[in-house]
């Protein structure tokens, strides 16, 4: 059983930064494929970004919206992963969603074994 924390949302105005925590535990955190995901109140969950890691490289994903704005990190060590946002937007807030699965990534969420609770991030204009 894998569990997962997200920290580090709150409120920002616009143009602001923020940068996202997610940590595991419970299982092998590094054969694992971390996702973010985030829903706004009255949408569907949508994928933001994921990353995978094996011996030789890192592979990451980012949603267009988030693309050039956001990076994507971990560290093993810590058996955490991290969101960094930046030039966020109003049109960013939602709860953003720690996910992780079995490598490879994935922008599908139905593949995510695993979820943290979420933790809300607010952009005000």
């Known amino acids: 059983q894998v569990q997962l924390v997200e920290s580090g949302g709150g409120l920002v105005q616009a143009g602001g930064s923020l940068r996202l925590s997610c940590a595991a535990s419970?299982?092998?955190?590094?054969?694992?494929?971390m996702g973010w995901f985030r829903q706004a109140p009255g949408k569907e969950r949508e994928f933001v970004s994921a990353?995978?890691?094996?011996?030789?490289?890192?592979?990451?994903i980012y949603a267009d919206s988030v693309k050039g704005r956001s990076t994507i990190s971990r560290n093993n060590a810590k058996n955490t992963a991290y969101l960094q946002m930046n030039s966020l937007k109003p049109e960013d807030t939602a709860v953003y969603y720690c996910?992780?699965?079995?490598?490879?990534?994935?922008?599908?969420?139905?593949?995510?074994?695993?979820w943290g609770q979420g933790t809300q991030v607010t952009v005000s204009s």
């Open positions: 996910a992780a699965k079995n490598s490879p990534v994935s922008e599908a969420s139905r593949q995510y074994d695993y």
């Open positions: 419970g299982r092998i955190f590094s054969t694992f494929a």
């Open positions: 990353i995978s890691w094996n011996n030789r490289s890192t592979s990451t």
